[in-house]
Every structure is written in structure tokens, then in C-alpha cells.
């Protein structure tokens, strides 16, 4: 059974939205993010996302070739859950427009790489109620936004929901990659 991989970058003050407009520290990578991240979207071959999350990614990645993140989101089978998006013009786009659990079970069930999901909202909720979120990585960033609505932030009125620290990953930058495993 695939498993569903959700990857989300997060301030300390809970904020999700707009992590490209964050300012960084400063402190150049020595690279393990991006490993971090990079094996993440080879182990993957289909990428989950909400309605919110998939404009600021199709735009970001749409245009872009050449380079191997590129390629791979521009190939890799996209699923967006949007009762309000009909003609996606990023390739390899499904809409689910209906019920997305049926469809995300079928989807878990079928043979293939893990399933990564960008970004967390009522999609992310919903999948941790119904026990399809499989893994919740949480790239804490070491930073307060200072701004925000309440759709951009982490928080949601949800059932509670039970996770199990796998790893912490500590990178030069100071962000660290906390990995929950759902009981």
C-alpha cells in the first residue's frame, strides 16, 4: 500500500502560507535539505494537493524545465481536490471534484511510489481523520511571520489526532525537520 507523505513548511508561530516570502537567515545550506527533499519527490510518483496549494505550485513549476526538480513535478501524476478548478493547465492535472476520500483510498491501494502532499489544510484534515495521512513532516522554520489570516495558519478545528515523533533532522540553516508517523 502507498503511503501518503505530507511535507510542510512552518514558522514558529504557526504560519504556512507563502513560505517563498519568508526571509531566510542568511546561512547558506550545506545541502541536506535539499537531499531531504529531493529523495522525498523520487520516492514519490504522484503528488496530493488542495485547492489553495495547487495555484502557487503550477505556477512555480509549470514553466520551469531543464533541471531535475522540474522535470519530475512536471511529470509525476497530479491530483487536486477543488470543487471550483475545471480545465487544469499544469499536465498530468486530475481534478477530484467530488468526495476525495473514496478516491484517495483507491489511489493508496493501487501499485506505485509514495504519494506526497504539499501544504496543509482542510485536505490535510481530512485525511488525518480518515486515517489515509500516513507520515507529517514539519520544516520548522526558525522564524516569526508575524502576519496572518486564520486560513494561514497550521491550526484547524479538527478531531484530535495522535502522532508519533519517527525523526528530528536539525539543518545548518536552523529549520528543523520534525517526522510524525500517524498512529
Known amino acids: 500500500m502507498r503511503r501518503i507523505i505530507n511535507s510542510t513548511y512552518i514558522s514558529l508561530d504557526g504560519v504556512i502560507a507563502d513560505p517563498q516570502d519568508w526571509p531566510d537567515n542568511g546561512i547558506e545550506s550545506d545541502g541536506t535539505g535539499l537531499k531531504v527533499q529531493t529523495d522525498l519527490l523520487f520516492g514519490c510518483d ?8 495547487y495555484p502557487s505550485m503550477s505556477a512555480a513549476w509549470m514553466a520551469r524545465s531543464g533541471d531535475p526538480f522540474s522535470d519530475r513535478f512536471n511529470a509525476m501524476a497530479k491530483y487536486v481536490v477543488s470543487s471550483t478548478l475545471r480545465d487544469p493547465k499544469w499536465n498530468n492535472t486530475t481534478v477530484i471534484s467530488g468526495d476525495p476520500i473514496p478516491e484517495i483510498r483507491r489511489m493508496k491501494d493501487q501499485p506505485g511510489q509514495d504519494i506526497v ?3 496543509f489544510g482542510r485536505l490535510s484534515y481530512a485525511l488525518l481523520e480518515h486515517g489515509l495521512l500516513d507520515e507529517l513532516r514539519l ?4 522564524l516569526f511571520v508575524g502576519r496572518a489570516t486564520a486560513d494561514d495558519l497550521i491550526f484547524r478545528p479538527a478531531a484530535t489526532a ?5 525523526d ?7 529549520i528543523v525537520i520534525l517526522t510524525y508517523r500517524v498512529r
Open 46 to 53: 504522484a503528488m496530493l494537493m488542495g485547492g489553495r496549494t
Open 117 to 119: 502532499q504539499y501544504g
Open 139 to 142: 520544516w520548522v522554520h526558525p
Open 162 to 166: 495522535q502522532l508519533e515523533l519517527a
Open 168 to 174: 528530528t533532522l536539525a539543518l545548518n540553516t536552523g
